[in-house]
């Protein structure tokens, strides 16, 4: 492998007494060369049975990274090898056969790299007897030839495990909006799409400068953990808040900010998964509460948002 020979000694030394000074059981023992776990990517599909959504844009997804788990036949418990950034070789000075070796899905939360989290929608991949050799690598998943990449596919949480709340993919055959009126239904451009047919616009005139937009829904949760994913572009800032009560006004409906998303002029598509349940504890877990948009266009721009696979999870 190239990774092999295009590390430096001196880079390859660096790893060798990190690691051996973090005290893990996976550089116990007379090992002095390592053997590499490669993976390049993880992507989303549905499950056999009890799938979340029959909507192949409920699948969209963008793990950024993944933290590796894993059990060496003799050890008296499992070793967490660490979390990296997609596409990763990991280097550990072991070889034999992993009873298990676990691999878990992590995103940027709120599109933070700092942020990075197990995203636990998403079940872990579990992979069985997997051999490690010294000098050599692993590869992990499937392989695409053509593209040269391996993949590993995990899947969600079915229906009995988790709560989608709502659901929005302007797909021909399955539209029921939950945005008002301001989010224009875009039914046949599959070159705009994110993903299939169609997406949600909003037109912002250069005329406003700041243009509101909701979902409609009002949630009452039955569970404490909530978050949002949706695929977005944005020619201006875009603000998310929410409407909750406090108790300590009385009862009163308030808002509070989420995110604030920036700009994406010539970036295309991003994929973002927002937490909504530190914004919601706030109002010591209230119910319901709403979620409105801000656009937000202070130089007066002739501006779009798009919005794509929104969809709302309670776990």
Not at 49 to 71: H, K, L, M, R, T
Not at 222 to 247: F, W
Request: aromatic residues 14%; glycine residues 6%.
């Amino acid at each position: 492998m190239n990774f092999k020979r295009n590390i430096s000694p001196l880079v390859l030394a660096m790893i060798v007494t990190a690691l051996t000074f973090s005290g893990c059981k996976k550089y116990q023992g007379d090992v002095t060369v390592p053997s590499y776990l490669h993976l390049d990517r993880m992507t989303v599909v549905p499950q056999a049975q009890n799938a979340p959504s029959p909507e192949a844009g409920f699948y969209n997804s963008d793990i950024d990274a993944v933290q590796f788990i894993c059990y060496f036949e003799g050890d008296d418990s499992e070793t967490n090898l660490g979390t990296f950034q997609l596409p990763c070789t990991v280097p550990i000075l072991r070889q034999g056969d992993m009873k298990y070796l676990r691999a878990y899905p992590v995103v940027k939360q709120n599109g933070s790299t700092s942020t990075r989290i197990y995203y636990f929608y998403y079940n872990y991949v579990e992979l069985k007897n997997v051999k490690v050799q010294s000098d050599s690598v692993t590869n992990l998943g499937i392989h695409d030839s053509e593209r040269d990449l391996w993949t590993l596919q995990t899947t969600y949480k079915t229906r009995n495990q988790m709560s989608v709340l709502a659901e929005d993919y302007f797909e021909p055959t399955t539209f029921n909006t939950h945005f008002d009126s301001t989010v224009v239904w875009v039914s046949n451009d599959p070159e705009g799409a994110c993903n299939g047919q169609g997406y949600g616009l909003v037109h912002i005139p250069d005329s406003i400068s700041i243009l509101n937009f909701y979902i409609k829904d009002e949630f009452d949760i039955p569970n404490s953990t909530i978050y949002l994913e949706m695929n977005y572009q944005t020619d201006v800032e875009l603000h998310l808040d929410m409407i909750g009560y406090e108790i300590s006004s009385g009862g009163a409906a308030t808002s509070k900010g989420i995110i604030a998303l920036k700009p994406t002029t010539g970036k295309g598509w991003k994929k973002i998964y927002i937490n909504l349940t530190r914004t919601w504890s706030q109002f010591n877990y209230n119910a319901p509460f709403t979620l409105y948009f801000q656009a937000v266009n202070p130089n007066g721009i002739d501006a779009n948002v798009k919005l794509d696979n929104v969809k709302i999870l309670s776990y």
